[in-house]
């Protein structure tokens, strides 16, 4: 092949944000646009993880990912890369992804220097939704800022890109490497299983024998929802050969473009086919089985559910983290540290202070985490919005933490699978509660919102915070049950291991009794805006840990709503999702 220099412009709006850049598939498929993001990405790397390096290129497999891969073939010949790797049918989960850059060696000895995923994560496809793209670094790592801020920046000059011409389509749906020459040589791209080297990964971390004797038990029940998305290509693999589950117990493993038209966010209003086979929401099952997890569309995300009962994220992570020593064998020689970002509930500050763990609360978005796994001061780490994870890896984990949960089944029953009474996962969320409190915990989602209000809103909540008094005198009108705030700021994060500073990384109103309000917006949607609010109150008495969750957090809710003129600002009165 040749390389041909296109001549481009920029195109506005390709700000990566909290995790790439993601937008509609009709913007993506704009002239140039993919392109020019893909050369700012070159541009803004080292030179020796453009020429001669080793690149990933998957993703979730949502519509356009095809032929998106085949532009990164092409662009990465002309830039100089040497190999390209893809997952069989451009498939690999985001830890997959992370797993292969970390673990994988090629044919020729090479290693990965970084990666494309192709992923909008929990955002719906098809030709009418989203696509997006982001890069990791080779740590498996998401870029950090200073690199995605350089890739924005290069966006905005951009004049050229390069592409390689005369280099035929590469059929990605057969395993095998495809070498090709051009003007800097030799270049291949390898074509390779989509689950292997993760799955090697988790066998390594987990004691598969024992699981497999939880999930074959009859007493035991299990089922998993793919939602359409990815983590399909790994849990037949898994769950199935290796665990011994039933075919049956697998729902939506089948990866389709368009996740089957649905929205593949495993959380209590998207994934409702689980949801009511786990004796939940409207029309439940009236036998569901004891254990029911689900993944959002690149199978980084987790939903955990027992039989009839939901496991909050925060309280998931906070869990783990108190079990994982006794329970999961990499971690069997302690926990380095623990993180959560900052919105996410304080359960884990609870069993962090109770171990005696370093622990760290970062700003939103699993870029922040990696530096902290890199120095080796955190293995286990989560956020409320269903991602929980460890330093196995680079990014957050959606099997691993279904893996993590059957551990902790696994061992609290080792003694029970003969008949005895099973430990189930209500009983173990509750115990925990007995132990360390609860923190009721819930979150408001406005998607979708007109930009201009949302930014108002967020301007009149930072405005309030110039006197918590003025504040306690709204609250009072409000609610007079409800604490007084303490303080209110925004959040700022200095980065512990490179000094990087994150400002405005949402608005947080905490009050005397630990409870806390948090109003951020989403740097994840394609289009408008999204506020979420999080609102979390700590309840220490064992006998008040069993309430509804919306009932104990309704006072603070109102107090939320009102303080921030939700209804006034967006003209909504109530949220889109409620989790
Ligand atoms: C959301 C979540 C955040 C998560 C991010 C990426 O971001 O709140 O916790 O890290 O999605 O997850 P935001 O900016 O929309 O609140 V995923 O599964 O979309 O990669
Ligand atoms: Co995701």
């Known amino acids: 092949f040749t390389v041909n220099r296109v001549e481009t412009s920029p195109i506005e709006g390709q700000k990566p944000g ?16 993919l ?127 390069f592409i390689a011409e005369g280099l035929p389509d590469v059929d990605i749906s057969a395993i095998g490497i495809s070498n090709f020459s051009g003007p800097d040589g030799q270049f291949d791209v390898d074509v390779f299983d989509s689950s292997s080297d993760y799955v090697k990964l988790m066998k390594s971390i987990f004691d598969f024998q024992s699981i497999k004797k939880l999930i074959t ?163 286990v780490c989560g956020e409320e919005s269903f991602g929980t994870g460890s330093d196995h890896i680079r990014e957050k984990d959606g099997i691993w933490a279904v893996l993590a949960w059957l551990s902790i089944l696994a061992h609290k029953n080792k003694d029970n699978l003969n008949g005895g009474n099973l430990v189930t996962v209500e009983d173990i969320v509750k115990q925990h509660w007995a132990t360390f409190g609860r923190h009721y915990y819930t979150r408001y989602d406005y998607e979708n919102v007109d930009a201009g209000a949302a930014k108002e809103l967020m301007a009149h909540l930072v405005k309030l915070q110039s006197s918590i008094s003025d504040v306690n005198e709204i609250i009072k009108g409000i609610r007079p049950d409800v604490a007084n705030v303490a303080s209110a700021d925004e959040f700022e994060y200095k980065d512990p291991v490179d000094g990087s500073i994150s400002k405005h990384q949402g608005i947080r109103y905490l009050f005397e009794d630990g409870s806390r309000l948090v109003f951020r917006l989403s740097g994840t949607g394609s289009e408008g805006a999204t506020i979420r609010l999080y609102i979390e109150q700590y309840e220490k008495d064992s006998s008040k840990t069993g309430r509804d969750s919306q009932e104990a957090l309704a006072p603070l809710v109102e107090v939320a709503l009102k303080l921030s003129k939700m209804q006034e600002f967006t003209g909504r009165s109530a949220p889109t999702v409620i989790t």
């Open 35 to 161: 392109h020019n993001f893909v050369q700012s990405t070159f541009n803004a790397l080292s030179t020796e993880n453009v020429k001669g390096s080793t690149l990933v290129v998957s993703g979730d497999g949502r519509y356009y990912s095809k032929d998106a891969i085949q532009i990164i073939i092409k662009m990465a010949a002309a830039n100089g890369v040497r190999r390209v790797w893809v997952g069989q049918n451009g498939l690999l989960s985001t830890p997959a992804v992370s797993a292969v850059v970390r673990e994988r060696v090629g044919a020729d000895g090479a290693k990965a220097n970084g990666a494309f995923i192709l992923t909008a994560s929990h955002n719906p496809g098809g030709p009418n939704e989203d696509f997006g793209i982001k890069y990791n670094m080779g740590n498996g790592g998401p870029a950090p800022e200073g690199i995605t801020d350089k890739i924005f920046e290069n966006t905005k000059t951009i004049k050229e890109y």
């Open 217 to 379: 038990s009859p007493q035991f029940s299990f089922c998993y929802d793919a939602l359409h998305g990815v983590a399909g290509a790994y849990a037949n693999r898994i769950f199935v050969e290796e665990l011994g589950a039933k075919e049956s117990s697998l729902l939506n493993c089948v990866p389709k473009e368009d996740f089957g038209g649905g929205h593949p966010d495993p959380n209590l209003t998207y994934a409702k086919e689980l949801v009511a086979r786990m004796g939940l929401g409207k029309n439940p099952d009236s036998n569901p089985p004891e254990f029911g997890a689900a993944a959002d569309g690149d199978a980084d995300r987790n939903m955990i559910l027992g039989k009839r009962f939901f496991v909050t994220p925060s309280d998931s992570v906070a869990i783990i983290a108190a079990n994982a020593v006794q329970s999961i064998p990499y971690f069997s020689s302690g926990l380095k540290g623990v993180a959560r970002s900052m919105p996410t509930s304080a359960a884990l500050d609870v069993v962090a202070k109770s171990l005696n763990l370093k622990f760290f609360e970062v700003p939103t978005g699993w870029k922040f985490f990696g530096n902290l796994m890199d120095a080796g001061l955190c293995s």
């Open 18 to 33: 909290t995790s790439g850049l993601r937008k509609k598939v009709k913007v993506f498929t704009q002239p140039h646009y």
